[in-house]
């Protein structure tokens, strides 16, 4: 359950057909889709001081939501979320982290039956399907991945294969400039994006692999 979701059951309680939901600093210009009770819309920091200040200063505010239907090709593409977790690893200053990207914002997954898509209980709605955001997307997308080269490559230890993904990731988006930092809106940095974002294709045959064994991390340690 986020709180963008409990927000709009409070919205809801108070009598509200509707919400616009705007950024703090922290999440900037990044949107995230959710299952909200009522209708709602997501704006950016920016967009949503302008509506702020239009609601403060206007006797009559109205507003309308529109549904567009769904964008494909949005750029740039990939970003690095806002709420992705950033390095350095304090805990170990010689291994630098993250070690890389994969999708997790806005993921079209299966959803079960036993639950609402918002999460709470008192949404009586059942969906086969949800959208969804965090590492809880971005981890199948990684593991499926270290699967289909596990497949290819069945002799490969673990460490073969995060150097696969790694060595093969990308930092550069499709407008084939750096990758962005959702929440600032600037480039971002190897502690953002670690060694950039996985490339399944190139990481089944990347034509060089860095190996270690049990030895080097007892050595390390």
Same mark, same amino acid.
């Given at each position: 359950?986020?709180?963008r ?32 009770l009522?209708?709602a ?8 001081k ?10 009559r505010?109205?507003?309308s ?16 979320a806002?709420?992705?977790?950033r ?8 291994i630098?982290?993250?070690?890389? *990207?994969? @999708?997790?914002v806005?993921?079209? /997954? #299966? ?7 918002? =999460? ?14 965090g590492?809880s ?38 407008? *084939?400039k @750096?990758?962005?930092?959702?929440? /600032? #809106?600037?480039?971002s940095?190897?502690y953002d994006? =670690? ?5 399944p294709?190139k ?6 692999v860095?190996?270690?064994?049990p ?7």
């Amino acid at each position: 359950i986020t709180p963008r979701v409990q927000k709009g059951q409070v919205v809801k309680r108070a009598g509200g057909i509707g919400m616009i939901l705007t950024n703090t600093a922290t999440n900037g210009e990044e949107l995230v889709a959710d299952s909200h009770l009522l209708p709602a819309v997501a704006v950016g920091e920016k967009e949503g001081k302008l509506i702020k200040q239009y609601a403060m200063t206007s006797k009559r505010a109205t507003a309308s939501l529109e549904i567009l239907g769904t964008r494909v090709g949005i750029k740039p593409s990939p970003v690095v979320a806002a709420f992705s977790s950033r390095g350095p690893n304090f805990l170990s200053l010689e291994i630098l982290k993250p070690d890389l *990207l994969a @999708p997790g914002v806005n993921i079209l /997954a #299966a959803w079960t039956g036993d639950m609402a898509p918002s =999460g709470l209980s008192s949404d009586q709605r059942r969906v086969k399907f949800n959208i969804l955001s965090g590492t809880s997307m971005s981890c199948p997308h990684v593991s499926g991945v270290a699967a289909l080269i596990k497949s290819r490559h069945p002799d490969w230890s673990p460490a073969a294969i995060k150097s696969a993904l790694m060595t093969t990731a990308y930092v550069h988006d499709n407008t *084939l400039k @750096p990758l962005t930092d959702a929440s /600032a #809106a600037t480039p971002s940095s190897p502690y953002d994006h =670690g060694a950039g974002h996985i490339d399944p294709l190139k990481a089944i045959d990347p034509g060089l692999v860095y190996d270690i064994g049990p030895q080097d991390y007892f050595e390390f340690l």
